[in-house]
């Protein structure tokens, strides 16, 4: 699969139109999408551990979306092959007292995946520059200076902070791979319907879902724009197509897998001293009655 052609490019314009929601590429049906998927998990366990011993890199994965555009299914379905010790998930809801009383990338940091581990953040810093975006209201609640809510830039400013953060974080060994999972209007529609005639998935619907569905253009500008400003060559944006949940999950698949492989990582090469120990350690136990 050729990923690239969900990549946004450092300093290029981001175009709906140019990203259909039900692309599926050469797959014609969810067939061998699955079977792909399969291997690509199977890849995905195997550099997980060679990530582990390496003990260099660690990577974060930020999952962005409209409401029940997948992020969930696609996290579990991707991830089901990994060592749970070596991958941590946040889900970043509405933020803490706590939280509120430190800047709004504090919790982010504090819940950065360590070396040799797997991060995901399903939802992440980019509430800050989306949901706060089309309801700027939800600034008052984050006890900021005067000068800073009457700034007319704030936004731009903010793309800054995340653009010198995820510099900072891959600078020092965390890779960044950002996924928008690009559903339709009409297909979250249906699938929230379903979410309501389904009593197995009525759990998962929320008349707030609906009412933040009354802002859809206003949501899709701010990500254009957010994307626009913040897919650099370190950490990129890739928009994934998500109106076919088959084929989202493989195409996320297919970015980690290469991501990871791109780092060329190697388990770590014992010293003299460690391969005589082993050694040592070797007689004692074939010596033992």
């Given at each position: ?33 699955v ?6 998990v ?14 260099k ?35 970043f ?14 919790r ?11 991060g ?6 980019y ?54 999972l ?16 389904e009593?197995h ?11 933040e569905?009354?802002h ?21 944006w ?15 698949s297919?970015?980690?897998v ?9 388990y ?6 460690h391969?005589?120990?082993?050694l ?10």
């Amino acid at each position: 699969m050729k990923i690239d052609r969900f990549r946004i490019a450092e300093g290029s314009k981001f175009d709906f139109k140019a990203h259909p929601t039900d692309f599926t590429g050469d797959y014609t049906d969810k067939k061998q999408a699955v079977k792909d998927l399969e291997a690509n998990v199977a890849r995905l366990r195997e550099l997980q551990d060679v990530l582990y011993a390496n003990d260099k890199y660690s990577l974060l994965i930020v999952f962005q979306a409209m409401d029940a555009a997948g992020k969930d299914g696609a996290i579990e379905h991707v991830m089901s092959g990994v060592n749970p010790q070596g991958c941590h998930v946040v889900s970043f809801k509405q933020p803490s007292s706590e939280e509120l009383d430190h800047d709004y990338l504090w919790r982010c940091q504090k819940n950065l995946p360590s070396r040799g581990m797997i991060g995901i953040f399903n939802r992440s810093h980019y509430e800050e520059v989306l949901v706060v975006r089309v309801h700027p209201e939800y600034l008052t609640y984050q006890q900021l200076p005067d000068e800073t809510l009457k700034d007319k830039d704030i936004w731009k400013k903010r793309f800054r902070h995340i653009r010198d953060w995820e510099q900072h974080l891959s600078e020092n060994g965390t890779q960044v791979i950002k996924f928008f999972l690009n559903v339709s209007k009409e297909e979250q529609k249906a699938r929230f319907l379903s979410r309501i005639e389904e009593k197995h998935k009525n759990w998962k619907f929320s008349m707030g879902d609906v009412k933040e569905r009354s802002h859809w253009d206003d949501y899709m500008k701010c990500y254009k724009e957010a994307i626009e400003a913040t897919s650099t060559d370190f950490a990129p944006w890739y928009v994934i197509p998500a109106d076919k949940k088959w084929f989202t999950r493989l195409a996320v698949s297919e970015v980690i897998v290469k991501k990871l492989e791109s780092l060329d990582l190697k388990y770590p090469v014992l010293g003299k001293d460690h391969a005589a120990e082993l050694l040592d350690a070797k007689k004692m136990l074939e010596a033992e009655k």
